[in-house]
């Protein structure tokens, strides 16, 4: 992997909006809602961020929930937040549950669609119609020691918690992806499939296109019909993608196609498929770069799997970060400048169990999870969590939750004790409806592709 001693000059997230640019520099491409593109520029979303900063400069003390459709969108809520003193609460998913477990902790929703949280006003990321008009005072520029973000995840003892992030955590990461990516992606624009209210997605998508200065575009391209006329419109791109993705992709016709478009692909979620990585190295003449990481860590190390000079199942750690094995467990330990929890001086312990490549230590092999936290469709699912929501269903007396492989793809199956009125209802009404109702009531707090694909009673 190719590096650069430092980071280029301009990678600034505090100072981002008071940056010299030309007004009609391109940002990003969005949607023009006829299957067209249209332009987002530098003077717009300076623009945008400054009218949603003045309406929520008005409302009452307390962070925001944000939750958009569009990464543009996403990244005029996230600057107005911050410059209104606020900090932005990103839900988990935008699932009704997930949202109304919101409702004691914000103020609001900033959005650009239909998500809300009950009971508070939504506040919408741009003014319809018309272009916004230039910020009437400057930025000015954001301490680095603020509170800027909660992003939500699912902790190792069974209840999901939420990651906070000052302004410094994500600064000083984007300026050390831009340190050691930067030859990787030069100049070109992001293209992704990864969604944007998550860390990686958000950092890739988003922000680090933001501080260099690289256009983006503004939604999620899932399928190869999609992504193939977006790549070759706008010539080699950074794709920032995940396993799953990469992987459906690969089985698509017309890979080579796809790949010539592509400076570099990204990866990150979960480990890639060496059979994946092989087909996209085939395709692009470069297997992906995979990161490694989580939200409360930010990234720790990258890989390229393959037949390349530097291909290899081992993780090598990101410059800025220092990387311990904990005994007698072996868990990986991560000490850097972006690593938003664990106690001051001793870095955060992650349920990932490693050993050392060599004797030598530094590179390191990963030897699955030490704690009931799974990774199902790059998303993090806590089992306990789940099963204590099962348990608390009219029907359940207890359950128990497990790995289960699908088309070689991770999932969960369900086992449930039912009490009394559980095993009456399975008489009355039979096992395909039990079993819809108790999805379905998972499915107010999760995302479908979290929920279990077979039932045991």
């Not at 992704?192 to 256009?215: D, I, N, T």
């Not at 207890?398 to 209802?425: F, I, K, S, Y």
């Amino acid at each position: 992997m190719s590096s650069s001693a430092n980071a280029r000059p301009g990678i600034d997230l505090a100072g981002l909006l008071d940056q010299e640019r030309e007004p009609d520099s391109l940002v990003a491409w969005r949607s023009d809602g006829k299957g067209g593109d249209r332009a987002a520029t530098w003077a717009g979303f300076r623009g945008a961020v400054a009218a949603l900063r003045d309406e929520i400069a008005v409302l009452p003390p307390g962070p925001l929930a944000l939750a958009t459709q569009d990464a543009f969108a996403f990244g005029v809520g996230l600057f107005a937040c911050w410059h209104a003193g606020r900090v932005a609460i990103c839900p988990p998913n935008t699932q009704p549950g997930a949202m109304e477990a919101l409702a004691d902790l914000v103020i609001g929703t900033v959005s650009d669609a239909d998500f809300a949280v009950p009971g508070r006003p939504v506040l919408a990321t741009e003014a319809e119609g018309g272009d916004p008009k230039p910020p009437s005072t400057p930025f000015g520029t954001l301490a680095m020691d603020a509170p800027a973000i909660e992003l939500f995840t699912s902790g190792t003892t069974g209840r999901g918690k939420a990651i906070p992030k000052r302004l410094e955590h994500l600064a000083s990461e984007v300026a050390a992806l831009d340190a050691e990516l930067a030859r990787e992606v030069g100049g070109a624009p992001t293209i992704g499939s990864g969604s944007h209210q998550h860390l990686y997605g958000m950092l890739f998508r988003v922000l680090w296109p933001l501080a260099s200065a690289r256009p983006f575009d503004a939604r999620v391209h899932l399928h190869a019909e999609e992504l193939l006329p977006r790549l070759s419109a706008h010539g080699p791109c950074a794709f920032a993608s995940v396993p799953a993705h990469l992987k459906r992709l690969a089985e698509r016709e017309g890979l080579d196609r796809l790949g010539a478009h592509c400076r570099v692909v990204f990866s990150s979620g979960g480990p890639l498929e060496a059979e994946t990585a092989r087909r996209w190295e085939l395709a692009t003449g470069s297997a992906p770069l995979e990161l490694f990481g989580s939200t409360e860590t930010g990234g720790v190390a990258w890989r390229r799997q393959g037949t390349g000079p530097d291909a290899t199942l081992a993780w090598t750690p990101l410059e800025a970060v220092r990387v311990v094995r904990d005994e007698p467990d072996g868990r990986l330990r991560v000490q850097s400048s972006f690593v938003s929890l664990g106690e001051a001086g001793e870095g955060f312990a992650m349920g990932d169990r490693i050993e050392w490549e060599n004797a030598e230590g530094g590179r390191f092999l990963t030897l699955g999870r030490g704690d009931r936290v799974l990774k199902v469709g790059e998303k993090r699912l806590s089992l306990p969590e789940m099963e204590e929501r099962l348990v608390e269903h009219a029907f359940v007396e207890t359950a128990a939750l497990l790995p289960l492989e699908q088309a070689g793809e991770q999932r969960v199956a369900a086992v449930a004790v039912l009490n009394a009125a559980g095993r009456a209802a399975l008489e009355e009404r039979g096992r395909r409806e039990l079993t819809t109702d108790l999805t379905n009531a998972l499915a107010e707090a999760w995302e479908r592709v979290l929920l279990p694909r077979a039932w045991r009673f």
